[in-house]
């Protein structure tokens, strides 16, 4: 993350201090900054889904697996309620 900061800083500093003008080097800045932003958010969004597909699959395996259970007590007899 240190890394990112500080090539964010060299990047701005190297874009203020280039040959161009003012109104082009703010769009430039803006320009990048939205790129950062968007790649951040892609980056968490990746995140997210990769986390809620780990927890969707373990709720489905946990379901499965309570399922298996139920059947094999009804079916052995153990369960009162079927």
Do not use: N
């Given at each position: ?26 769009h430039r800045l803006t320009e990048r900054a939205r790129e950062l ?46």
């Amino acid at each position: 993350m240190k890394f990112l900061l500080g090539l964010g800083i060299g990047f701005g500093l190297a874009v203020l201090f280039a040959p161009a003008s003012g109104q082009e080097t703010r769009h430039r800045l803006t320009e990048r900054a939205r790129e950062l932003a968007e790649r951040k958010a892609q980056q968490a969004a990746e995140s997210i889904k990769e986390r809620a597909g780990e927890m969707g699959e373990r709720i489905g395996r946990e379901a499965a697996e309570t399922a298996v259970q139920k059947i094999t007590d009804q079916v052995l007899g153990k369960d009162k309620t079927a």
